[in-house]
């Protein structure tokens, strides 16, 4: 089956870095994304990994893809306050429409 | 671009009320999703629609209905309101492909439902 997880919270001080992790069942998903949300908003989508790379970088942002552990990452360098948050890890699903299926969400909290 | 908006924001609604939650877009994309939210939940597809006149379901369709009579608009109707229905409510697009190389969704900001 078709299946997201993630650890529910993390907590980092301002200035370090921050990795949220996420597994997936499906080894057939070809897309992977973070989307972002932020209180009281819609989810914003922050970057994707096709499945064929290791690694993409964008910005403050690394993503890391371990295709045989079924494994994702999301690196946050210099974890700013505007970064508190809850992440949400989608993978696309079987189905002709985009399916997207979602972890729960990551809440980072980010403290002085 | 507007992108995905929904109206309204928020609802209070008596159990057995009915209401339509708006949702439109004007990215001129073909799909559309209806999504609820649940606390400490990811996101549940309720329904979604690939083209104006055809709508399916997805995981938790029951006490919902949809329609699709045009490309840009995907209203939901919830019908008889239960206290499971509590929820925050996300309509959400996306392309079939061409410019939109990764197919992600884009989502509008939600509707927050209460049911009492």
């Known amino acids: 089956g078709e299946d997201v997880e993630q650890s529910l919270f993390l907590s980092v001080r301002e200035g370090d870095s921050s990795v949220i992790n996420c597994t997936y069942t499906?080894?057939?998903?070809?897309?992977l994304y973070w989307y972002k949300q932020e209180p009281g908003a819609g989810l914003q989508l922050l970057t994707y990994?096709?499945?064929?790379?290791d690694m993409k970088q964008d910005q403050r942002l690394t993503v890391l893809l371990n295709k045989k552990d079924k494994h994702l990452s999301l690196r946050i360098a210099d974890t700013q306050t505007g970064d508190s948050a809850i992440y949400f890890c989608a993978e696309k699903g079987r189905g002709g429409y985009n399916k997207l299926i979602f972890g729960a969400g990551t809440r980072l909290a980010v403290h002085p | 671009n507007a992108g995905v908006t929904q109206t309204p924001k928020f609802r209070i609604l008596k159990i057995g009320q009915s209401m339509t939650l708006q949702c439109a877009q004007d990215?001129?994309?073909?799909?559309m999703y209806w999504y609820r939210q649940d606390p400490g939940m990811g996101l549940k597809l309720i329904y979604y629609s690939v083209g104006a006149g055809i709508t399916d379901k997805g995981e938790v369709p029951n006490g919902y209905n949809v329609s699709r009579s045009t490309t840009e608009d995907f209203p939901l109707r919830l019908e008889l309101a239960a206290p499971s229905q509590t929820s925050v409510y996300f309509c959400?697009?996306?392309?079939?492909?061409?410019?939109?190389?990764?197919?992600?969704?884009?989502f509008g900001p939600g509707t927050r439902l209460t049911v009492t």
């Open positions: 959400a697009s996306s392309s079939t492909g061409g410019g939109s190389v990764a197919y992600e969704q884009y």
């Open positions: 499906d080894s057939s998903s070809t897309y």
């Open positions: 990994i096709f499945s064929n790379m």
């Open positions: 990215m001129n994309h073909n799909y």
